[in-house]
């Protein structure tokens, strides 16, 4: 330590001079070059006598203290200590910061993050999720939850958790820790489940985040997320599987009975349904047909499973299974973007084929009159049948399977 730093510790750093220098380097701090003068307020007996000492005033006026800073540099350099205010503050307080440089610095690294994140979803093709990252930037989602290298992480794991979406049926705690590692990160109240829940509503379609807890399991189930066991669940009618198993026996009766049955993924964990190599289970995505076929075929109805939208992870379970089988999977859904993808989940399976839900089926429906509602959102593909999205495109109309009812129970009986 030099003797000019020693000095300055030895005569500046006591609690009479501490009130003042710490004004005078948050000064400094907040305007640089551009300071002239500091506002001293409520300085105490003994501060107020350092500082007359200091300057050579027989007294400090009472109140506030307007301070020319280079008033105060000059007294410092002529002082005992023989330093400039700058390099006092500095050795007692550590190098002065320029607050406008942090501020710059803070605003170009929160920039580039989230230019990091829309690249993300540029390279991904996910167009559809630019307008829920611009809605979580703006909601100011990320400074209320995290600064610095946690911010960078959190949105890095809220635009993975996002890109999963719509899954393919998977459970919440899985989804979780597959994309951080913590089976909890996405748990009510954590930071990336707000995230989730965003995306989610936005891929859905919904204008808004349910407040409770029931709505949100449904946005969730909406995108293919499942909380839980129990909460993720298929309907299903005419299901016949083999086996001794409480399911299996369960379903057969509802089956014979013409009875539609809700089927947990809990229920399903280890059961293995199957059915007899060859049968055909249709797909459908409408818990409307489901209805229709009860009422007009009853336990004449074939196997019959209905996704209710993004296939939960109880669907794809029990259709895996069935597939795995040998069951033959026929899929389809309402003829729409969303449909488009919903049976695209379905028909990766191996062996799955469309169930009337190719490019002359569509055809055909608009010819009959079963026009629905205008397509809307973004195109989707239909790898099955290129032929399809292209009609669909030309044409612009879309097909709900209510529309279609009468032709689908059709293929539906035994």
Known sequence: MSQREDA??????????????????????????????????????????????LLGWAAVPPGDIRLRLDELDAALRASAVGASLREVLEVLGGPLRSRAED???????????????????????REDLVGWLEGLRRSGWLPRTAEGEAG?????????????????????????????????????GQPLAGALLRAAAHLAG??????????????????????????????????????PSRLARHLRECAEDGEPRRVTLRELGGAGLAVPPGTPVFV?????????????????CAPLVCLEGVPSTAALELLRSLQEGGARL???????????????????????????????????????GAKGPALEGAPAPSPWDEHLAQEMRRAGASVPEELLVARLIGDLGR
């Open 8 to 53: 300055i510790r030895r005569l500046l750093a006591g609690p009479a001079y501490r009130e003042i220098l710490a004004a005078a380097r948050e000064r400094l701090e907040a305007a640089g070059e551009r300071a002239r003068a500091v506002t001293l307020t409520e300085l105490g007996p003994e501060a107020r006598a350092a500082l007359a000492g």
């Open 103 to 125: 501020r710059a610095e803070a605003l170009a690294a929160v920039e580039a993050r989230w230019s990091e994140a829309r690249s993300r979803l540029a390279q991904a093709g």
């Open 152 to 188: 960078e992480r959190l949105l890095r794991e809220a635009v993975s958790v996002a890109l999963r979406l719509p899954a393919e049926g998977v459970l919440l705690q899985v989804l979780a820790a597959e994309v951080t590692g913590d089976p909890h990160a996405l748990d009510a």
């Open 206 to 243: 919904w204008p808004e985040v349910p407040a409770g807890a029931a709505g949100r399991r449904a946005l969730l189930g909406e995108v293919g997320v499942d909380r839980d066991p129990l909460c993720s669940d298929v309907l299903v009618l005419g299901l016949r599987p083999a086996g």
């Open 284 to 300: 459908c995505e409408n818990p409307s047909v489901v209805a229709a076929a009860a009422a007009g075929l009853g336990g004449r």
């Open 330 to 368: 026929r899929v389809r859904a309402d003829l729409d973007w969303a449909g488009l993808r919903i049976a695209a989940a379905v028909l990766r399976l191996p062996g799955a084929a469309p169930w009337r839900f190719g490019a002359a089926d569509y055809a055909e429906a608009l010819a009959a």
